[in-house]
Every structure is written in C-alpha cells, then in structure tokens.
C-alpha cells in the first residue's frame, strides 16, 4: 500500500461514497472515525519503514506515480498530514450537531485529499491546479444549488483561480533557475510571480476583500472550515518553496516583506475588524489578522520563526471551529449575524455566546486563550526587531480585542428580567465545551501543542535550521 | 511546596463544598469546611517564614528555542502581606457570614476560589504569570457580574470594567515587549526603565486610577459577603504589583504630573466616600481612594507606602464592610481598623509618607485631605446603625463574628509590626498629625451637616462624571467608522478587484522607490 493511496486517494473516494448517504449522523460518524484514523496513522506509521505486525508484515510506499506524476509523501510530511485529518475530524464531528454533514463531509473529506495531493505533487507546478480543483469543489459547498452564489464566493473564485498562471508560470521559472542558476533576471522574475501567487492564495493584503464578504453571506461553519484549510495548505505548500530553494530562502528582503506583509494584515485586519456590526464579518478579519500572525512569525526566521508559525496551527483549528459552530448556533436564534440582531442572546445561548467570545479573544491573543502564547512569542520576537512593527501589531490585536468586547456587549445586553436558559442541544454543548476547554488548556500550557510538532520528524530540511 | 499550600488548602476546601453541594446536599457542616479551609490557607501563609524568601515554578513552556518563561510564583516581603490579608479576610468573611443571610456554600467556595487565584497574583514571580492570574480573576469577576446584574446598562458596565482590565493587562504585555526591545526578557527582578511606567499605568488602569474612571458605580448587587471577597481580591492583585516596580524607572518628568493626575481619584474618592449613605454603596469609593494613595506612594519611589495601603485597603475595608451586625461594645473592633489608616509610627501605612525620589513636598499636600475623608468617611460608615443587631443573634454568632472582625484588626496590627523591610517604622509621623484634626473635622460635618444637606450636594457625584469625554471619544469612533464603511465598500464593491490591484500597484511602486 502507498501513502498517497491512504492519504489521497482514500479520502477523495470517501468523500464521493458519503456524498451517497443521507443519514447526518452515519456521515459524520464515519468521516470523524476515518479522519481521525488517518491523523492518528499520520503521527504513529512511519512511512517507507517495513512494519511487522505478529506475522504480518507491510511497508506503506511513499510514492505513487500517475499520469506520469508522482504523489509523494515522506516521513516529514506526517506532521502536517496529522495537522490537516485531526483538524478535519475536529470539524466534521460537529457539523452534524448543526445538521450541515451532509453539506460539509462530502466536499470537506475531497477537498482535503485534493489539497494533500497539491502538497504532495511533483512536480510541484501541478500542485496549482489541484487546489484550484480544491477551490471549485469549495463553490457548491459554499453556495448550495438553490441559492445565489454571492459577491465573496465569487471573488472567492476569481482570486484563487488568478493565482494559478502564476504558480504555473514561477514553476516553470524555477525550473529555468535550476538550470542557470546566475540568471539573476529570471530569478527576479520569478520571485515576483511566485509572490504575486502566493499574495492571491492566501489573500494577503490587499487581495483580501473577499473574505468579510465570505463570512458574511456563507454558513458560519462551512465558511471557517474553508478560511482554515486553505490558507493552512497554502502556508505549508509556501514553506516547502522556501524548503527547496536556498535563494529564496536566503533572499535578504524577504523577512521585511513577510514582516511587513504580516503587519499590514494584522493592523488592517484588526482595525476593520473593530468597526464592524456583523459577527460573521469579524470571524473574517480575524482569519485575516491571523493569517498575518503566521507571516509575521516566518518573518521572525530561524527556527524562532519556524517555531511561533507551528505554534499557531493548532489554536488556530481550534479557535476557528469553536467560532464557526457557535456562530452556526446563533444563526438559528436570528435573523443575521448583526450586533443589533443578537442583542441579549447570550442569557439563552449562552454555551455558544461564550464560545464565540472566548474563541474571538483567543484568536486576539487575550491571556490564558491558546492562541496568546504564540502572539506573545510574535510580539516578543518582532519587538527585538522593531519596536514600531510591534506598536502596529499590538494596535491590531486591540482592534480584535474590542471587536470580541463590543460582541460581548451586544451578547450580554438583555432587557432587565430576561430569563437565563439553554437552547443548545447536548450534543452542541459539548462539542462547544470542548472547544472552550482547549482554548484554556492550550493558553495555559502550551507545551503540549509544541510537543505535537517535537514529537514527529521535521518538518524540512533546510527551513528552520 | 509550601508557597503552593495555602492555594492548595483554599482550591481543596472549595472543591469539597461543590462536590458535598452536588452529592450530598443536605449536608449540614458546609460552613465548618469552608472555615477550615481558611483557617488552613491563613496558617500556610505564616508557613511561609519558615523558608523566606523562596520561590516555586512549574515546568518552563516548551520550546526553549521560543519561550523564555518559567511560570514562578514568590514568597517574599511584598507577596507575603497581600496573602496573609488575602487569607485572613477570606476567614473572616466566612466567619463572619453567620451573623448575615449567607448560609449557601457556593458564594463561600466563590470566596476561597477568588482568594486562591489572589494569591497567586499577588505572588507571581514574573510579569506573565501576573498575566495569566489576573485574566483568571477578570473571567471570574465577568461571569460572577453578568450573572448578578440585571438591565442593558448595568451588564455594559461589567463589560466596560472587563475590557479596561483587559487593557490594562495589555499594558503589561507591552511593557514585557519594550523589556524585550532591549533585549531583556522582562522578570521582576530586572525591570527597564522604559518598562516600569507601563506597569504603573497597568495597575492604575485596572484600579481605575489611572485614568480616573468608575465602572461599578451602584454597588447594589453583590453584598457583604462574595461580594466584598470579589472586589478586594481583584484590588489586591492590581495592588501587588506596584510594589515591584524599582523606584529608578519611574524617577522622569512625567512623574509630578501623574502625581497630580493620581491626586484627583484621591480626592474624588475620599469626598465620595464620606458622604456614601453606607459603606457597601461606598465601596468602589474605598476601593479606588486607597488605591489612589498606594498608587501615589509608588510614583513617591515608595514601595513599602504603596503594600502599605494595599494591605490597609484589604483588612481596614474588610473590617468596615463586614461590620453589618452592631452592638456598642464591639464598636472598638472597627476602630481599631483605623490604626490600619492612620500612617501613625508601627501602623501598616506608617511608611505611607516616606518619599524615595526628588518628588517635592508640594505633591504630597493634595494627599492628606484624601487620607483624612478616607479616615472621616471609616469612622463616619462604622457608627451607622448597620444590618441588625448583635444582641439579637444566637449566643455562638456573638462569639464568632466579633472573632472574624477581630481577625482583621489582629492581622492590621501585626503587618505593621511583622510585615515586610520597610515596616515597623516611625514613617512621616508628623504628617499624621494634620489628617487626624482634618479627619475629626470631616467626621463632625458628616455627621452633623451631611445628613441634613444630602440633596443638595448630590450633583457632586457627577461632577466627575467623564461623560463628555466618553462622548467626544465616542463622536472620534463614529467618524472612523465612516471611514473604515467607505474603504470597505470601495474594496468590495464592483470595483474592487481593479482598487485591489490598483493599490498593490501603489504599495509596489512605493516600496521600490523607497529601495531605489
């Protein structure tokens, strides 16, 4: 058996088969049971290693060529491989409590096997479109049959589909450099487009636009599952760019342009986030901001830098899904997601009012939320460089901060007498509360997500050392 | 070890009383577990002496390559006052609690809960572990209030108390991350120049000091009991980290000018108390009038003044707000709390007026009169008629409630004598001398004129009232908005993908011209 087969191709063929089934329940039982599977072989089953197993002994092979391509996953994959089916099985196992599995697990489970496969590809020019294959599977999941597909869904596609002439350009770039290596045009070249694709993918600043209006007109829960595996995917593919080219990777500008990148997002993003009266919206320039924290920190370099991305990974899943589901939940109490509209809503949903609090103080970097250690790092970090990058970062976080504070606001302000309740069923009550007690665990003590990352083999070769 | 024992003893005996409350709830003896917890955490502080000073931390966060923190946690001369306050007055509370309505175990767990999370704030080693305890006292307050409070303004008031915490806080973060700029990870020990006005303003903020703000200005809802546990514990952990700023980094020319911003909560507040009709109305005056001065003290490059009106704000504030059920033969008990206030020789303020810098004489004068409402408004709050009476409780609640206040006033003692380096001193004795005869002069007014003209000074409370500001503060957000609604529009509208690319054009251009 190859790993691409378990890994790609499994997912991708499950995917289709649940797409099949109507029943909510057996589909999120079987994806949660099959993504956790893989993201726990991910962390246990050493790839190309012969295994015995009492008489039985097997090899999971790393490659698997078709088309005349070849998918290949290695030992230092696994990390991320983990990182992407325990995030999914976090996901999936809650989409039922909101009745939205049979909308999400299909298109969630292909969508994470094509975006693997985009991570696993060679050569890597071919990774461009299958994400752009990831992103149009996106669009029915985004805008169900019977509805309009709104501004940001299609912006959403514009965006995406933009950036793939570039990736494909660069590669074929790159593999220009790789045979004339001085040609210090071409590799100037290159780096532009290579940038300018990555900028599209990833939404930077100020290609960004598209995400409030995401956030805005999708599902809550299906739209933060999108914010979170692309830009997670995108990261990875840019970080093994960065692996394999040592010019790119010893480039003297690029710090200040991941730097200043990263603080353009974490300013602009925080700021907007402040002034908006739609939860949805500031789920959107959170996601924003965040993706910023991630640049900044690879901006930091070295293996500080490569330490505080890793670090983000896992609060990031969880504060996204806490956000999204409690979100989800509101949406059932009201009309929209407007400040005006959920005006005392947290005296009778009060699980999801305060997970959608605790998650959008986490992703702000508020203390004892798992996403404060790795802001503390960044802005620690960022500060021995520039005291003035770091007052733009910190004004940021504050734009956050209020955001979440002036949803508090609107939560918390019920007429005198409204009576206290829950309206979450028990099943939503516990996944939120599973949310909120990672959100704590992970402020508190975050070496246990760092042990996540310790305990694999590394990530990259070069990267980080 | 016997840093964590006290805090151990307090979580074990609110654990105790949840688990009798879910299990067994007709348990009769809640009130003996909650006091020994108590009793237990008070005697694990006085362990502390055995070893002293000493510290205690958890595993470092990993990885090192990242994290340069060990969370610690101190035993030393400023955290050992607040924990003894701290503990003696979550005893006191529960002893004292049998004279009033209180009889369920949640709010005592609350208390013991709070002053645990008190306890490691006041003793946190380490600016981020400060952090993380005062963030967990602030959710405790949130949850505590906005489930007690009814009414749309009243919850935006627990919310506008949460978010200027938080600030606060993140001042503290910005102070680690100036530290960091001059590539010294930020500890207690080691505090920049830079760094310590930041902390200043941190404890200020959350005290409402700095600036002059009142977020809980109807303290109808909480009463005696958790509620006086909630609020003191929350002061304190403000308060203890003023006495760790090292004088030398507040010593600039900002600091006449904060001394004189301080002296306006100072004297607000001591007015504001005084003419409170009682002293649980009069608590956030307390509050914020006590934390004045020690805020004050520390800006005088005094830390031993400021732990001195932290502890006094705890045990001297306790004792008052505790005191609902009077007899005339227990007045003393109150009395003798204003020893605590008094920054006479061997008092816990006695070094409340001692200046370490080149602060002039002249920034101390606004300071007295604030003392002397303060001692005005004590005496004035203790000689009210209170609750009920203590005659008419059972023969046992006579023993124990005055055995509660006296707890305060015992422990009031001994910290001025056995508290910390600084302590046990004559201090500025003379200056106690102008405060007595302002303070005995403020209590004859109270108590013969104040009651007869109450109406007509009323406004005073909202002459203070920063509304105008949070107005024009208010205008300044909407402007902005505007601003952010017409960019937002502009970028996502139907040109957007064309402004998009238009101002990454103009970022590029901008950018190589500035390379070039």
Redesign the interface.
């Known amino acids: 058996m190859s790993a691409p087969a378990l890994w790609i191709f499994f997912p991708i063929a499950l995917g289709g088969l649940l797409s099949l089934l109507r029943n909510q329940k057996l589909i999120t039982l079987v994806a949660g049971i099959v993504c956790a599977f893989l993201a726990i072989t991910a962390l246990l089953l050493p790839i190309d290693t012969p295994l015995a197993v009492q008489a039985l002994t097997f090899k999971l092979a790393p490659s698997f060529e078709l088309l005349g391509r070849r998918l290949t996953l290695t030992n230092s994959d696994r990390a991320w491989l983990a990182l992407l089916y325990g995030g999914s099985a976090f996901w999936f196992m809650a989409a039922s409590s909101i009745k939205i599995a049979r909308r999400l697990i299909p298109f969630g489970m292909a969508i994470t096997g094509f975006l693997v496969a985009a991570l696993a590809v060679e050569p890597f020019l071919y990774a461009a479109l299958l994400i752009e294959t990831a992103v149009l599977l996106a669009i029915p999941l985004l805008s169900p049959p019977d509805k309009k597909p709104g501004?940001g869904i299609l912006?959403f596609l514009?965006?995406q589909t933009i950036a793939m002439p570039f990736i494909l350009f660069s590669g074929w770039l790159l593999a220009g450099i790789e045979a004339n290596p001085g040609d210090l045009m071409l590799v100037a070249r290159s780096a532009t487009l290579l940038g300018l694709g990555f900028?599209l993918l990833l939404a930077v600043f100020?290609?960004y636009?598209w995400i409030?209006?995401l956030t805005e007109e999708a599902h809550p829960y299906v739209a933060g599952f999108i914010l979170w595996i692309f830009p997670t995917v995108t990261m990875f593919f840019g970080l093994g760019f960065l692996d394999r080219y040592a010019w790119l990777r010893d480039a003297a500008v690029l710090p200040s342009i991941l730097t200043t990148v990263g603080v353009l997002m974490i300013f602009t993003g925080g700021?907007?986030a402040?002034?908006q009266r739609h939860l949805g919206r500031m789920m959107g320039y959170a996601v924003i901001a965040e993706t910023g924290f991630s640049l900044l920190g690879l901006g930091l370099g070295g293996?500080?830098g490569l330490?505080?991305f890793l670090?983000l990974c896992i609060p990031r899943v969880i504060g996204l899904a806490l956000w999204s589901l409690a979100l989800s939940n509101l949406l059932e109490h009201a009309p929209s997601l407007t400040l005006d509209n959920l005006k005392?809503a947290?005296r009778i949903w009060s699980f999801s009012s305060t997970g959608a609090i605790l998650a959008s103080l986490s992703l702000a970097g508020?203390?004892?939320l798992a996403s404060f250690?790795a802001h503390?790092?960044i802005?620690?970090?960022?500060?021995?460089q520039s005291?003035a990058a770091?007052t733009w970062v910190?004004l940021g976080s504050?734009g956050l901060?209020?955001s979440a504070?002036r949803v508090?606001?609107a939560l918390?302000?019920?007429?005198?007498?409204s009576p206290w309740g829950v309206r979450e069923t028990w099943s939503q009550r516990v996944f939120l509360l599973i949310g909120w007690l990672l959100l704590f665990l992970l402020g508190?003590l975050?070496?246990w997500a760092?042990?996540f990352w310790?305990r694999l083999p590394s990530l990259f070769e070069h990267l980080g050392q | 070890m016997l840093i964590s024992l006290p805090v151990l003893f307090l979580v074990l005996a609110a654990l105790a009383l949840l688990i009798l409350r879910l299990f067994r709830p007709n348990f009769k003896y809640p009130w003996v577990v909650a006091l020994s917890g108590a009793i237990l955490a008070f005697a694990g502080v006085m362990l502390w002496q055995v070893r002293f000073p000493a510290s205690a931390s958890l595993?470092a966060?990993?990885?090192l390559?990242?994290?340069n923190y060990i969370p610690t946690w101190l035993a030393d001369g400023v955290s050992w006052p607040y924990a003894l306050s701290l503990t003696t007055l979550a005893a006191a509370i529960i002893l004292t609690s049998v004279v009033r309505n209180e009889n369920a175990p949640m709010p005592w767990a609350g208390t013991l809960l709070l002053t645990a999370l008190g306890i490691l704030a006041v003793s946190a080693g380490d600016p981020?572990t400060l952090?993380?305890a005062?963030?967990?006292i602030d959710?405790a307050e949130l949850i505590t209030m906005?489930r007690s409070t009814?009414?749309?303004s009243q919850?935006?008031a627990?919310?506008v108390a949460?978010?200027i915490r938080?600030?606060g806080?993140?001042f503290v973060?910005?102070a680690?991350?100036?530290s960091?700029?001059a590539?010294l990870?930020m500890n207690f020990d080691r505090i920049t120049s830079n760094a310590g006005i930041y902390l200043l303003f941190a404890s200020g903020l959350r005290l409402g000091v700095l600036p002059l703000h009142l977020p809980y200005r109807k303290e109808n809802v909480l009463r005696r009991g958790f509620g006086t546990s909630l609020r003191l514990v929350s002061a304190a952990a403000s308060l203890s980290v003023l006495a760790r700023i090292p004088a030398g980094t507040l010593d600039s020319p900002w600091t006449p000018f904060l001394l004189a911003l301080t002296a306006l909560p100072a004297i607000y507040a001591g007015w504001m108390w005084l003419r409170a009709s009682d002293e649980i109305l009069g608590r956030p005056f307390w509050v914020l009038g006590m934390a004045a001065l020690a805020v004050a003290s520390t800006l005088r490059a005094s830390p031993e003044g400021s732990i001195g009106w932290g502890v006094a704000l705890i045990l001297c504030g306790g004792l008052v707000f505790l005191y609902s059920a009077r007899q005339r033969s227990i007045l003393w008990l109150p009395l003798l709390g204003l020893w605590g206030i008094s920054a006479l020789p061997f008092s816990p303020s006695a070094a409340a007026w001692t200046t370490g810098n080149g602060a002039s004489w002249f920034f101390l004068l606004p300071f007295l009169p604030a003392q002397a409402l303060l001692i005005a408004g004590f005496v004035r709050h203790a000689l009210h008629p209170g609750e009920t009476s203590l005659e008419s409780q059972e023969r046992w609640a006579r023993i124990l409630y005055p055995a509660g206040l006296f707890l305060l006033a015992a422990s009031s003692v001994l910290l001025g004598l056995w508290g910390w380096d600084g302590s046990r001193t004559f201090g500025v004795w003379w200056a106690a001398i102008p405060v007595a005869l302002l303070a005995g002069g403020a209590v004859i007014l109270a108590l013969k004129v104040l009651a007869r003209t109450q109406s007509a000074i009323s406004q005073w409370g909202d002459v203070l009232r920063l509304d105008p500001f949070y107005k024009f503060l208010n205008s300044i957000v909407r402007f902005?908005?505007g601003l952010?609604?017409f960019?937002?529009t502009t970028?996502?509208g139907e040109g957007?993908?064309f402004?998009?690319i238009l101002?990454?054009v103009l970022?590029l251009s901008l950018l190589s011209a500035g390379g070039g």
């Open positions: 501004k912006r514009i965006y900028a100020p290609f636009t409030p209006l700021l907007l402040f002034f293996s500080y330490n505080t670090l005392g947290g508020a203390p004892m250690p503390q790092a802005w620690d970090g960022l500060a021995r005291l770091t910190f504050l901060a209020i504070i508090l606001t918390a302000s019920a007429p005198e007498g508190i975050p070496s760092a042990s310790a | 595993p966060w990993q990885p390559s990242v994290f981020l952090i993380l005062w963030t967990a959710l906005l009814e009414g749309e919850n935006r627990v919310v949460f978010a938080l600030v806080t993140g973060i910005w680690s991350a100036v960091s700029a590539h990870p902005l908005e952010a609604r960019v937002t970028l996502e957007g993908i402004w998009s101002l990454l970022i």
